[in-house]
């Protein structure tokens, strides 16, 4: 019979379904492990090869594990709420709760077909009541703890999806989905208070065993700031405004203050400011500046006339203006101008003629030429600062911010996350308003509040969830009062829904509990994640924040929730990332069809390094159908009982170390070429044993698990074949087997063979040198002569020369 996977890889799935091999064991003794994938987002288009690469990856691991007699967590869900779907929908008429339950059972069939082996007894969906209820729960846990918030905020608001967006979805002013250019707006939302972890985010960091970029990636984003906050004293009032900076040291070369356009002061002191109207006017046309990319920007802003700022430090009037570089949700939202200094502060000082004043000059051994067009960023030595001349940089911040009262201060670039969405595919925000009683949060005995099956969900100019227009589920009895109420329509972010599903899979049908506390423990944290590279900030981040308050309610023993992650490379083709909208991707459907789940699982490890971006080629994917070929036909020259090959049985022990590690380490790329000269050694052999065939399917089936399972059911005992390759275990090595060949190295003494010794090839030029000089015949030639020079070849000779 023909290598057929159309004939056995159905089978094979079904009855790995059937028997539940692949289903984690609660209450289970001994070792365990948590391999999870970061769960997709349905989308009507599928998945293509290049999604299936980071599940090829856990799925092998898992198996692996499974055989090494791990108790192995592996599940898979649905992100399923979010604006593709709504965005889709729209479109096509078709209600999102439809599609999405369209596109995720395509999803899961594909998944199915590529022999991925899920504990789909765990399966959990985002949009089901059963589990947003929990989403909500957390929302009103984190409320009771006061980390939840209201207000007014400057939002990003994308004009096409109509919704607002987080400024993690906000890519160089453009909306990250659509990318249409993102305005400013200023409505009331909600925010989770991120903040307040700043510090225990930035530095558990150190404790994950994560690819280094990430972890950059995410410290940058928190972006720890040190620095100072400084008072300059307004003239002519007992106000004073609080600048925080960076660089304390160039006090004295601040030549003006810049307050941002909510500044309070303008508010404050109006009646002193004698162009209120043109301020005013300045305020309404800059609208709220909230992205972090202050420096592109072109830096515009008034002169507040009738109000001036006193320097500390020498006490000089200096003006101050309102603009729109500086932004009111960072520090206090004034900063101290110092052009000489900081290139955006010399951009506007040079717009509108104010003074630069030199008070740094680089310390020698850093002499890099001062350029007229650009501000001197860097530290050194003080200058034009009066007795702190001469000072250095770093002692001069101490100092300077000593002498005028300033305080030293720790600011992080890390907003609040504003999680409401102005759009109606998400999981409802459980508050109700009344007139009397004000915010009331949902009792948590009324939960889940539903999501309305609404056929009008068009988001409208409104600034207003579609939600608000559905009388019955707005219009509620307030749960204080009794008296009318309404709810509050906004839905969440998904990132919510995402920031503690992995907590659920422990314990999916729990009605009482998210999870409950003895579950999570026997399961988590997580051992192993593996997902894109594209989630460095946003889910990781969030997910990391909530584990740390589900901790400090002590609902979970641990504060970080992955332990370890791996991104995998991205597939390309045709030389482009593998997508959708360039037209470039392949289909799994079709190619399981041609070759089979195995071939394409094989083919996904084999094709590079599984952290880098590798091109898809349709040459390899035939070297690979190939090799599963040779596996197969292997089978006709199996023999029961002993044979006698050394060579073979070596080679095979080297690849069950080979293999193993290398499984270990993601370098599955390897492990796969390993097999590949293994099975060439076999398919020379006229005969090879039982025992060595077993070693070869067992080490592959994590891999290629439905030849390897069938191969296995074809050749096993009666009692092994009932049940699977994958309850038999991992195959051990015989570490005496794989001891390095011994080679033979010549020894000359001057340039004349006088011995040879057997030796490990890796031998240094030391070792063997003392080794030479040791031998009785070599001795006898060198007696008390001088040894001159050595020579040394590798794995070959080394003469001793007198
Ligand atoms: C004076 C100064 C002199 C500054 C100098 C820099 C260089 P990071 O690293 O981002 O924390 N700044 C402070 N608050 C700001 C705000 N709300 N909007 C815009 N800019 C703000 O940078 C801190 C520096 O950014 C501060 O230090 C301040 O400018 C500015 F030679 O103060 B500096
Ligand atoms: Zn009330």
Redesign the pocket.
Known sequence: MEYSPQQIEKKWQRRWQEKGLFEAKDKAPGKKISCLDMFPYPSAEGLHVGHLRGYTFTDVISKKKIMEGFNVLHPMGWDAFGLPAENYALKTGIHPAKLTKKSIRNFKKQLTDAGFGYDWSREIYSCDPEYYQWTQWLFLKLYEQGLVYRKKAPVNWCPSCKTVLANEQVVEGKCERCSSLVKNRYLKQWFFKITQYASRLLKDLDKLDWPPEIKTMQRNWI?R?E?SEIQFGVSNSDYQIN?????PD?LF??TYLVI?PQHEIIEDLKSKIKNLKEIKGYLKKSGFQIERE?ISKEKTGVKISGLRAINPANQEKIPIFVGD??????????????P???Q??FEFARKHNLPIIRV?KPSRGNNRKIKNDK?Y?GEGILINSQKFSGMDSSKAKEEITEFVGGQKKV?Y?LRDWLISRQRYWGTPIPVIYCDKCGVVPVPSQDLPVKLPMIEDFKPSEAKKSPLANNEDFLKVKCPKCGGPAERETDTMDTFVDSSWYYLRYTDPSNQKEFASKEKINQWLPVDLYVGGAEHAVMHLLYARFIAKFLHGQELIDFDEPFVKLFNQGLIYYQGAKMSKSRGNVINPNQFIEKYGADTMRVYQLFMGPSDQATEWSDQGVIGVWRFLNKVWGLKTKVKNEKIKDPQLDKLVHQTIKKVGEDIEEFRFNTAVSALMILVNEMNKCSSISLSNFKVLLKLLAPMAPHVCEELWCQVADDSEKISSIFSEEWPPYNPQLIKPEQITLVIQVNGKIRDKVKVDPQISKGEAQKLALSRPKVKKRIQSKKVKKIVFVPQKLINIVT
Do not use: N, P, W
């Open positions: 972006g700031s620095g600048v925080f900076t960076t660089r160039t070369g601040c941002s202050r570089y500086v932004l009111k949700e960072y520090g206090t939202g004034a900063i101290m101008a110092v000489a200094h900081d955006r502060d740094i501000a960023e600011y670039q």
